[in-house]
């Protein structure tokens, strides 16, 4: 059995009980002049299934954990398919080292997706996030299958790629805190949260967001027991050494040090955005 069937039995097998529970409060509380047939409930069961298309894109020096917080929590979706979508199957290097596979390509990617999701990355010259928001072929990919995609969603800076697409105009999103001003340049309503959701839009902020997003949209696929349960498995349960993980609560040492560190970043972004909204 592969790591994934396992994680994916392990979570059924969590959720079962649940599902029993509920299928009979289903059975005793609806009005019918038939009785309802027995659920099946058992790990085996299609009760949690749904068939959701969600592709994940993936470029050079995407920053990994953008892309694998989410991808783990989307894995754990019983009967979905994820997707990790680029221009070739050539296999992309992360902002950190970490080397991924694509598996589909623009072309052979579904058409209607469930989810369009894309990571954040750092500035790697002719790679990274600036170097694909610029990608004619990623914006019109991200551009075509937004366009009809149940959700649209991003983490960290995946929402300038979003935004660079067309895809943010009239919208409320977050990003990372160093970019995420840079999204009125889109036309987008930047946001100061953690996960945010307009309508069909759902950003996460800066890196680590993508674990709350994850759960989140698990809520929002599934419900939200089905995300607990996720959550509960994956032992998600944030003590952090230090509290200086956002604006609200670093020292001001802290915020001036990223800031001056930050600031050749934010001024490209803000610089690129008004070129490609122009």
């Not at 592709?55 to 990790?84: R, S």
């Not at 809520?219 to 604006?247: I, K, N």
């Amino acid at each position: 059995m592969t790591d994934f069937n396992r994680r994916s039995v392990t979570l059924l097998a969590l959720l079962a009980p649940f599902a029993r529970v509920w299928s009979q409060q289903e059975s005793t509380s609806a009005v019918s002049e038939k009785p309802q047939a027995h659920r099946d409930t058992s790990p085996r069961s299609t009760f949690w299934a749904r068939n959701d298309q969600i592709a994940m894109l993936v470029y050079p020096k995407m920053t990994v954990l953008d892309l694998i917080g989410p991808q783990y929590m989307f894995a754990l979706l019983e009967g979905a398919k994820v997707h990790l979508v680029a221009k070739s199957l050539t296999p992309v290097t992360s902002d950190t080292g970490v080397t991924i596979t694509p598996t589909i390509s623009f072309e052979d990617c579904p058409k209607d997706l469930t989810v369009l999701f894309a990571p954040g990355g750092s500035d790697g010259g002719s790679q990274g996030v600036f170097a694909t928001m610029q990608d004619a072929d990623t914006r019109a990919f991200m551009a075509d299958r937004g366009s009809r995609a149940k959700y649209v969603t991003s983490v960290c800076t995946g929402s300038l790629i979003l935004g660079a697409a067309g895809l943010l105009k009239g919208y409320k999103a977050t990003s990372h805190w160093a970019a995420r001003d840079v999204l009125a340049d889109f036309g987008a309503i930047p946001t100061d949260a953690r996960v945010v959701r307009d309508r069909n839009r759902i950003t996460g902020a800066g890196v680590t967001a993508g674990l709350d997003f994850g759960l989140q949209m698990a809520a929002v696929l599934r419900d939200p027991t089905y995300a607990q349960c996720m959550q509960l498995l994956a032992e998600y349960d944030p003590h952090p050494p230090f509290h200086s993980g956002s604006l609200h609560t670093a020292s001001v040492e802290v915020q001036t040090t990223m800031r001056g560190l930050l600031s050749g970043f934010t001024a490209s972004a803000h610089a690129l955005a008004e070129r490609l909204s122009a």
